[in-house]
């Protein structure tokens, strides 16, 4: 018997879920950006970059959390491409990690008991400061052959307890990769957790979609997400509301922050943050000094006065709201405090 009076699910949702369709519409153009926020489309502070440099991408969903007419909005300044990128600074390299020489097909054993994959170059955005914006994908997934280089990697190191999904951004995987993934790694008895580093459920929180949640409630593996907000902006009711789906899967919120420049280099808007991120179940991890990667120099803070508002903070929140405020070394077992 069919039921009658029920509109039948439109195909273009049934075929491909609502992400991918945001993520097919989203801007990737300059001027289409600054238009949709009424500003000047021909403000020479931004450029438009060329085609063998790292194109911009802005879902609309995001943009719509940006304040109209404001060109030091804090969500636009991390997507907008500055003049500033074009210059060249001493320091600031493609390579800021050395990850380039480290990574195998993908997989990355830099720290002990914990290994990375870079699953995927896709991201739901493109963040002008992020320090992989020059990495060579094209040589360096994991998911070429299936993961067989990273599973066999595995394997083989039984000290690794605990295996990071990273990218670009692994939730750009459909809900099936990811359950085949996740089943590769439950069969390898040394793995306890799988974390995932996500920008999708604060970019466009209708990734967390019931596949996802019914993969992160059904593994055996503790599941850590570790997802990435800087500024309290990013976080509307859609954002909150999917972090708190995914805290009822049993699974641990962290997020990480870069500290930049002009976005959330003040006291003010770093405690906003964590009250953010603590009213939608995510506690502040890591708050990272800049890598210092060629074009973002124009974000850098200094030192002083990153210690500064760590110490500030740490002055106006509870201890379990204030992140570890962090610098990558290329050669050290792990990520360094500041202090
Ligand atoms: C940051 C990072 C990790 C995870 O470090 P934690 O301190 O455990 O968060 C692991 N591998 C690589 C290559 C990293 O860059
Ligand atoms: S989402 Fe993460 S990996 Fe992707 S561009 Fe932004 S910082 Fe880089």
Redesign the pocket.
């Known amino acids: 018997m069919t039921r009658s009076g029920i509109d039948p699910i439109p195909p273009e949702i049934s075929d491909s879920p609502r992400w991918q369709h945001s993520l097919r519409d989203a801007v990737r153009d300059v001027h289409e950006l600054l238009e949709i926020l009424q500003l000047d489309p021909l403000d020479a502070n931004w450029v438009q970059p060329g085609a063998d440099e790292f194109p911009i991408l802005v879902p609309r969903k995001f943009i719509s959390r940006m304040r109209k007419g404001d060109p030091n909005d804090p969500l636009l300044r991390q997507v907008l491409p500055a003049r500033d990128e074009l210059e060249e600074h001493l320091g600031f390299t493609k390579d800021p990690l050395q990850e380039i020489s480290l990574a195998k097909a993908g997989f990355i054993e830099k720290y002990p008991s914990r290994a990375l994959i870079i699953t995927t170059s896709a991201?739901?955005?493109?963040?002008r400061?992020?320090?992989?914006?020059h990495f060579p994908y094209e040589t360096q997934l994991a998911s070429q052959n299936h993961w067989a280089g990273a599973l066999a990697a595995l394997k083989s190191n039984t000290a690794i307890r605990e295996v990071i999904l990273s990218?670009?951004?692994p939730l750009s995987l459909s809900n099936r990769r990811l359950r085949e993934l996740v089943a590769e790694l439950e069969t390898i008895a040394s793995v306890t957790t799988v974390r995932i580093h996500s920008?999708f459920p604060i970019v466009l929180p209708e990734r967390v979609d019931r596949g996802l949640l019914a993969l992160l409630e059904q593994t055996r593996l503790k599941t850590v997400l570790v997802v990435?907000c800087n500024h309290a902006n990013e976080i509307d009711e859609a954002v909150r509301s999917a972090l708190q789906q995914v805290s009822a899967t049993g699974t641990l919120l962290l997020n990480q922050s870069v500290l930049l420049r002009g976005v959330n280099d003040d006291v003010d808007c770093l405690e906003s943050l964590s009250y953010r991120l603590f009213d939608s179940g995510v506690l502040p991890y890591y708050l990272h000094q800049l890598d210092r990667v060629a074009g973002a120099a124009h974000f850098q803070v200094e030192d002083s006065k990153a210690l500064n508002l760590i110490a500030d903070l740490r002055k106006r929140v509870p201890g379990y709201l204030v992140p570890k405020l962090v610098q990558e070394v290329p050669g050290e077992l792990s990520k360094i405090p500041l202090v």
């Open positions: 991201c739901p955005v493109h963040c400061y992020c320090f992989r914006r990218g670009g951004d920008r990435h």
